[in-house]
């Protein structure tokens, strides 16, 4: 019966919640966002991707398939994502010559901008959790 109450109650805050109008919904909302790369010692502008450019990468990558090319997939992401400097395909591959500490690093903060919006909300939290090793 707890769970049932429980339910009723969510149902009820979600009533009272203000409801969006369609030119609230459709108004574009990209973030950008100056991230610091410590391996770099600087930083970059990033931009979140927007569905439309997701679907684009994942269809150029074989997604869903036997024949999916992650690095594609990576790389593509990192070209849509970093606005400042704007880079090429070309450049991520000299990137991906370097230190791998500097593409994981990147990796992990366009991940981050996509996946949970604000890659600044986790500083606080990146600063008391060690970070994982991404080899």
Do not use: Y
Not at 12 to 20: D, F, V
Not at 125 to 135: I, N, R, Y
Request: charged share 35%; proline share 2%; hydrophobic share 35%.
């Amino acid at each position: 019966m707890a769970g049932r109450e429980g339910k009723l109650q969510d149902l009820e805050s979600r009533e009272e919640q203000r409801k969006l109008s369609k030119q609230e919904l459709l108004r574009p909302r990209l973030i950008e966002e100056d991230v610091f790369v410590t391996s770099l010692g600087g930083t970059v502008t990033l931009r979140s991707i927007s569905h439309e450019a997701r679907q684009r990468i994942r269809e150029q990558c074989g997604f869903m398939t036997e024949k999916f090319d992650e690095d594609k997939f990576t790389m593509l992401s990192l070209v849509e994502s970093i606005i400042d400097p704007q880079l090429t395909v070309e450049d991520i591959e000299e990137l991906r010559k370097q230190d791998a500490s500097v593409i994981d690093e990147l990796v992990v903060q366009v991940s981050t901008l996509n996946m949970l919006g604000r890659t600044t909300d986790l500083k606080k939290e990146s600063e008391t959790t060690p970070s994982l090793d991404l080899v």
